[in-house]
């Protein structure tokens, strides 16, 4: 191979990569616009949830539960607002979750669960915590989106 072929063919390779990057760029930003699919750690957070959970949180985690959290003060928080997440990091979502909302500096109004749950169920349960803001959050920009349009 001569000088400039080798200098050619480095172009189309590196022409080559540019683009293969490009193209992981576009579909990760796709995949940012659908909600992940509701996967086994999900699913079994959901029917934790729903039994032991939602009492106070709602099932959809708005906070609205149906028997217990009209005399709450204060109030469970909505895991559904935009907010929630990003102003909690994994650790303090699990922390909440296995020791109580006293654990982070707020009322007991949250039951410590680490002795009713094991650690994977903490887990899944958390898991569902974050899809549930995930789920809202996609269909409120939906909801913005479509508004755009009209
Ligand atoms: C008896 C009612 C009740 C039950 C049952 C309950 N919670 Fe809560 N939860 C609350 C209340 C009230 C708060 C708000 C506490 C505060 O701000 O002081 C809260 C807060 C939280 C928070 C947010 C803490 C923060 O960062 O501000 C998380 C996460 C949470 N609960 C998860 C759960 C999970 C998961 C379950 C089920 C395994 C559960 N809760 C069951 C009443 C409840």
């Known amino acids: 191979m001569n000088r400039r072929m080798r200098i050619l063919s480095f172009i189309i390779i590196l022409l080559l990569s540019l683009n293969f990057a490009g193209c992981q760029e576009r579909s990760e930003s796709h995949e940012n616009n659908h909600v992940r699919k509701e996967n086994f750690s999900v699913r ?3 029917r934790l949830f729903i039994h ?6 709602g099932e959809s985690g708005d906070g609205f539960g149906q028997y217990l959290a009209y005399g709450l003060e204060p109030k469970p928080p909505d895991f559904t607002s935009p907010d929630f997440l990003i102003k909690r990091s994994d ?25 009713t749950f094991r650690k994977e169920e903490i887990n899944f349960v ?12 996609v269909n409120s920009n939906n909801i913005e989106l479509a508004g755009e349009k009209n």
């Open 44 to 46: 079994e957070g959901k």
């Open 52 to 57: 032991y959970c939602s009492p106070c949180h």
């Open 91 to 115: 650790t303090l979502l699990l922390l909440t979750i296995s020791e109580g909302s006293i654990s982070i500096g707020k009322s007991n109004l949250c039951p410590p669960w680490g002795k």
């Open 126 to 137: 958390a898991d569902h915590v974050k899809y549930l803001n995930e789920k809202a959050n």
